[in-house]
């Protein structure tokens, strides 16, 4: 999982008997207009990578197909292990553009054929969670769950995307994948098909909650939203004398915010008050923010494809460059995509950030921590749930501007860089 | 890698002793306004995993723990294995919306349970196709290659993205893996953090050279674009003269068509016009047409974020739905989703398609062919290189309107419903 281009310039490394460390940065160049902060999340993904980095013999015997390589550069990777360090922000921080989310220090070769899959793992993560964060804003506390194993791009991404969100707030997945791997929490109620399956709603009705007597969630809308709550409203008293519940029904067409009022004057009329009503059905943090503001009695959202393909902003620009070198801090100056050089460090005030030299005396605590010295991790990986109770209280804690959903933060949060790291940037930049 | 509500649905019918053959359709609901077409894709993944399709000890321990499924059924899924029937329009098959790409006919538990994996599958490699294929038009005979393994949505979605766009006539790949994986040729240059970590471009693009003697492609716009061309002049005829080629330059930031042309200007009075240009840096089907059409001296292109996100349409509305079991065909009428009952196949005449049932005697080719029966292909996989011949011919083949790039076509290709197909939704709608 890397670029051949990575390979191409670790053997030319090889050959030129480069093999001092130099470190690397990976940050985000610009936010999406439509994203006012990042929720940072990948790093352990990053960290099992890195771990587990090998080159096994079929490997390398496709690498020898290529006729490319030298063989010298071939039997290096063969032994190849990852040996250095790594600083990183916490998945669950808050970070922003230009903002150092991980930094690499290696043999130059090994730091260099590591940056695909970083930018891929952290860039994939951050990228569900920031999109995810926002959900959990418009929900306002009603809870969101995952549905969008179906719409991500790739099995990988449903089940990154699945942790990604539950960081970020989302109170479940649907996919079951999600719950075995990392043990999210999986809900989920039936689909049109199970309905379709029967002879009408009342049969389709009765079997799903005589199957799952303590908690069925019934799906109303495959023929007539508002006549389904109506057979429901007759079925569930008496299926509550055998002692079974229908928890809550579930909306997936039509207008959400007006049958999810008629469904609930059908319900509370029948006495079940205790039914909740789910929706979902293209459902976003704008349409989420929507249906709240017009009350619409709904006390849990489906959320699947734009929370889970980040819709609005389906990329970060996410990249990873060399900083510093054996020779000292390095830039490069193209146009437009110039970087900010050496070892860097942000420090987080209660009124903004400052980006500098990791040694410069700054006030403000410190994003990035040591986690991995010598090629092993320095600390034991934290419990998921208390990466989602981080994520939580960060984006809850949030200025109240940059937790708008829709439109730029004025003023956006503030992140400058120390005198001396512009005094860096400004001699490097003024040698070319 | 499925929802828990398929299983939940999967459960319920157990119980119930449905174990009937159904017959599932997958087809995309609305094309998104920038898509005139849609490259199907992805169908092989969605046979290898029908064919793997186990619960093995872990995945039965894990449902377990849910105190969700009863005994029996959990000792059914022990047991499972896809023994149903699928039908599929061949990969590299141009699709329209509504149009049955997949078909699964199988025992209703089988056949349900798939849902998730097929729409994930099918979905991610028929949206990159898809968006691969214009680019492969705008490129207009063009090099382009796919750079995207970095800003794809995971591992999987880098892998699967590498194989759609290399059908869709991407000539080779960055990524590795994919050339591991799939035989897709891979290419790459260098990075910036290559000339960094040299003392300056001359120094790297010498050293670069000496490495690849045969096909050095040297990144000129680490500091400044033109003078990286000029290091270039100045050092390619003395590598010549050791046998050593540099085969072309790779422009990277800027303004592409102007640098282009100064390069190409550098080179050739040096006496360089062998050395190819290559452009990279945020391309997509709308700036390669934009550079091309200014003339721009470019000989291939790099396309990453926006092809291997599909960046302007990250989804397609992909669906699974029953549509006929054993009372006969099926459909939800929910608004703005129902869909069209019964078990149907697609003829395509040179002015348009029909969608029928599928033993209708129309006119036409039939796009939906036999790939499964009962649990086994009924047909070696064809190779990944016609595969990619097939898509090719199929999209140089489309009508001047639907290969519009900047606007919906207008008339849109054809698309009929024959009036059995008609006449039975009328009936099936009207009784709810």
């Known amino acids: 999982m890397t670029d051949l281009y990575e390979l191409t310039m670790a053997d030319a490394y090889f050959?030129?008997?480069?093999?001092?460390?130099?470190?690397?940065?990976?940050?985000?160049?610009?936010?999406?207009?439509?994203?006012?902060?990042?929720?940072?999340?990948?790093?352990?993904?990053?960290?099992?990578?890195?771990?587990?980095?090998?080159?096994?013999?079929r490997a390398i015997a496709y690498l020898e197909t290529l006729d490319r390589f030298s063989t010298g550069f071939l039997d290096h990777l063969r032994d190849l292990r990852f040996e250095g360090d790594v600083w990183a922000v916490p998945e669950a921080t808050v970070v922003f553009a230009a903002e150092p989310i991980l930094r690499v220090t290696a043999p130059l070769i090994q730091a260099q054929i590591l940056e695909t899959f970083l930018l891929n793992a952290v860039g994939l993560q951050t990228l569900i969670a920031s999109k995810a964060a926002r959900v959990h804003i418009a929900a306002a506390g009603h809870d969101f769950v995952d549905f969008g194993a179906r719409r991500s791009h790739g099995a990988?991404?449903?089940?990154?995307?699945?942790?990604?969100?539950?960081?970020?707030?989302?109170?479940?997945?649907?996919?079951?994948?999600?719950?075995?791997?990392?043990?999210?929490?999986?809900?989920?109620t039936m689909a049109h098909s199970y309905v379709l399956a029967h002879d009408d709603e009342r049969a389709a009705f009765d079997a799903f909650a005589r199957a799952f007597p303590n908690d069925a969630v019934l799906l109303i809308d495959t023929y007539d939203?508002?006549?389904?709550?109506?057979?429901?409203?007759?079925?569930?008293?008496?299926?509550?004398?055998?002692?079974?519940?229908?928890?809550a029904v579930r909306l997936d067409s039509g207008d959400l915010a007006a049958l999810a009022r008629e469904v609930r004057h059908v319900l509370d009329t029948a006495g079940l008050a205790a039914?909740?009503?789910?929706?979902?059905?293209?459902?976003?943090?704008?349409?989420?923010?929507?249906?709240?503001?017009?009350?619409?009695?709904?006390?849990?959202?489906?959320?699947?494809?734009?929370?889970?393909?980040?819709?609005?902003?389906?990329?970060?620009?996410?990249?990873?460059?060399?900083v510093h070198d054996s020779a000292g801090p390095v830039m490069k100056t193209s146009?437009?995509?110039?970087?900010?050089?050496?070892?860097?460090?942000?420090?987080?005030?209660?009124?903004?950030?400052?980006?500098?030299?990791?040694?410069?005396?700054?006030?403000?605590?410190p994003l990035l921590t040591q986690v991995v010295a010598g090629g092993r991790r320095t600390r034991t990986s934290p419990a998921l749930a208390s990466i989602r109770d981080s994520a939580i209280a960060a984006i809850d804690a949030l200025?109240?501007?940059?937790?708008?959903?829709?439109?730029?933060a004025e003023p956006p949060w503030r992140v400058d860089r120390s005198t001396r790291l512009q005094t860096l940037a400004d001699e490097l930049s003024s040698q070319h």
């Open 399 to 408: 200025p109240t501007e940059l937790r708008r959903l829709d439109g730029p």
């Open 156 to 188: 990988d991404a449903a089940l990154k995307g699945a942790r990604a969100a539950y960081i970020a707030g989302a109170s479940a997945t649907s996919l079951v994948a999600a719950g075995f791997h990392y043990g999210i929490p999986v809900a989920g």
């Open 225 to 247: 939203t508002v006549e389904g709550a109506r057979i429901v409203a007759e079925i569930a008293p008496r299926l509550g004398e055998e002692g079974i519940t229908v928890s």
């Open 15 to 57: 050959r030129e008997g480069m093999t001092e460390p130099a470190t690397f940065e990976l940050w985000v160049r610009h936010l999406a207009a439509e994203r006012n902060f990042l929720l940072a999340a990948g790093l352990e993904d990053a960290l099992d990578f890195l771990e587990d980095l090998r080159f096994d013999e």
């Open 275 to 322: 039914i909740r009503i789910l929706a979902s059905g293209g459902l976003d943090e704008h349409r989420i923010t929507e249906l709240l503001a017009a009350g619409a009695p709904i006390d849990g959202f489906g959320v699947g494809t734009s929370m889970m393909t980040s819709s609005d902003a389906p990329s970060l620009d996410v990249i990873y460059k060399l």
């Open 335 to 365: 146009p437009g995509k110039a970087n900010l050089p050496g070892i860097k460090q942000v420090f987080r005030k209660g009124d903004g950030d400052v980006i500098a030299l990791e040694d410069e005396p700054i006030e403000g605590r």
